[in-house]
């Protein structure tokens, strides 16, 4: 496999629901990246992970929870999450945060419904 | 925060017709990407243009870093039918060495065969 792998690609979770989004990446780049993508919206970013360590939180409310165990892996957890909350969740991933986040390579994306 | 306008917000053309869609900003950008979306997958860059001026082209793409840095222009030549899709121009933000790119909010093209 190459690219970004997002898995599951479609979720229909109820409100009192537990679920996770997993993200992985085969290019060996080092910062990883959680992207909201609503109707009409830019993208918006949520999270970033370089080197494993999160170094942006882009004001996320407490019910998505992200993790990042290594530089390969990203994981969103989600709970007790609200309908406004359905959108296409998308992972990226870059060399580095630096000037290289210019080049972001992106998942195909988990497409999230929120009951 | 800074924000990219992007006209038009769609557009319905005949195949082998030529596009032209465009991004501007309140404020100065010193990189324009380029990004295209096909329906149900992610972002992939097109094209990165880095210095005010600069015209790259990809294929049929053809970018263009605007001279007075806020502005970029996307267009693409006898449109194919694959061409379909969401194109976003975006950003980078700049915040000591953390970079976050900003998107725009895309334009949709459709393709007629």
């Known amino acids: 496999e190459t690219g970004v792998t997002q898995t599951p690609r479609h979720l229909v979770m109820g409100m009192t629901n537990k679920k996770s989004l997993k993200c992985e990446q085969h290019l060996g780049h080092n910062a990883m990246y959680w992207y909201k993508q609503s109707a009409k919206k830019p993208l918006e970013l949520m999270f970033v992970?370089?080197?494993?360590?999160?170094?942006e939180n882009n004001s996320v409310p407490s019910r998505f929870s992200p993790e990042c165990p290594n530089s390969s892996h990203l994981f969103l957890h989600l709970h007790t999450l609200q309908p406004e909350d359905s959108a296409l969740y998308l992972c990226?991933?870059?060399?580095?945060?630096?000037?290289?986040?210019?080049?972001?390579?992106f998942g195909s994306g988990t497409q999230l419904s929120v009951l | 925060g800074q924000q990219l306008n992007q006209s038009p917000q769609s557009m319905f053309i005949q195949e082998g017709e030529d596009v032209s869609m465009n991004c501007t900003s309140s404020s100065i950008f010193n990189t324009w990407l380029w990004y295209k979306q096909d329906p149900g997958e992610g972002p992939v860059l097109l094209i990165a243009?880095?210095?005010?001026?600069e015209l790259t082209s990809n294929g049929r793409l053809t970018a263009q870093f605007g001279i007075t840095r806020k502005d970029s222009f996307l267009n693409i030549s006898a449109s194919i039918p694959s061409d379909v899709g969401i194109y976003f121009c975006?950003?980078?933000?700049?915040?000591?060495?953390?970079?976050?790119?900003?998107f725009g909010k895309g334009t949709l093209l459709t393709v007629n065969p």
């Open positions: 243009l880095y210095k005010a001026g």
């Open positions: 975006a950003g980078p933000n700049s915040g000591g060495s953390n970079y976050k790119l900003t």
């Open positions: 990226a991933s870059s060399q580095d945060t630096g000037l290289n986040q210019r080049k972001l390579f």
């Open positions: 992970y370089n080197f494993k360590e999160q170094t």
